[in-house]
């Protein structure tokens, strides 16, 4: 798994749900560290709540059908978290938007992310217990520990 890989090869998310399934069929290490390895390369969809002032609240009801609103004031980003049966809550990653219910994904902003920054993200709430990827369809749970040992293999994608 030394080689190298093109950061197109992993854009439509196809290669990280053929890892994440292949895993987990077999559970094993030797089916680990590749899947660890492409989500460490690998852009994932987090569904954002997005927050705007209630300034640019105001403005945006002021526009009218063909106008252009740009907000003035910053907008708030929230990521929503999902909890488990065990209580234990996660912050949520997709290898594809389509890996969300549809009811579920119109209800967020849903930005790419590297899954690098998703861990950062992570770290930052500390109700959070780690990532999961695709947690509507086949979840891959990915505990801080396992999380931040992906964060330190080294990246295939070439320059």
Known sequence: ???K???SDLENGNTLIFLKLKFMKEPTQENLLP?????RDSVVK???IAEMSEAD???????RKGDTFCNKDEVKLTADILQAKDGKRYFPIFSQKE???EDYRNKFTVIPVTAL?????AHGDKTVSGLVLDGFSFPFVVPFELADYMATLPSRIED
């Open 1 to 3: 798994m030394t080689d």
């Open 5 to 7: 890989i093109k950061a």
């Open 35 to 39: 899947l660890l390895m492409c989500l």
């Open 46 to 48: 987090v569904p954002f």
């Open 57 to 63: 609240k105001k403005r945006v009801m002021e526009c």
């Open 99 to 101: 890996q969300m219910p």
């Open 117 to 121: 920054d998703a861990l950062k993200m």
